[in-house]
């Protein structure tokens, strides 16, 4: 199974920005499409952002497109969550994923990285 580890989550001021990062173990992430997913405590997982695996399409949820932007360097095996002008109902726990393409199955899955905006 393909490995995924995420990595930036933290507490961030409302208004406040992180960058998460998916990296991947053990095999080529240029050749899967990636996808950022979210779960906030008593919510179901939501989909968040997905790039295309040449990353020539990106797609994202209305409740950050204009803030979030996602971005991969396949030289460095990663994936790129970029978060601005967070609110405090981003707060969540944020999972990258792997499938052929973006409306495909997700079968991996990383641990997830804490996101908590909050004053």
């Known amino acids: 199974q393909l490995q995924l580890v995420e990595s930036g989550g933290g507490l961030v001021q409302p208004g406040g920005s992180l960058r998460l990062s998916c990296a991947a173990s053990g095999f080529t992430l240029r050749n899967y499409a990636i996808g950022w997913f979210r779960q906030a405590p008593g919510n179901e997982r939501e989909g968040v952002s997905c790039?295309?695996?040449?990353?020539?399409?990106?797609n994202y949820a209305d409740a950050v497109k204009g803030r979030f932007t996602i971005s991969r360097d396949n030289a460095k095996n990663t994936v790129y969550l970029q978060m601005n002008s967070l609110k405090p109902e981003d707060t969540a726990v944020y999972y990258c994923a792997a499938a052929i393409g973006c409306r495909r199955v997700f079968d991996s899955w990383g641990q997830g990285t804490q996101v908590t905006v909050s004053s």
């Open positions: 790039i295309s695996s040449s990353g020539l399409s990106t």
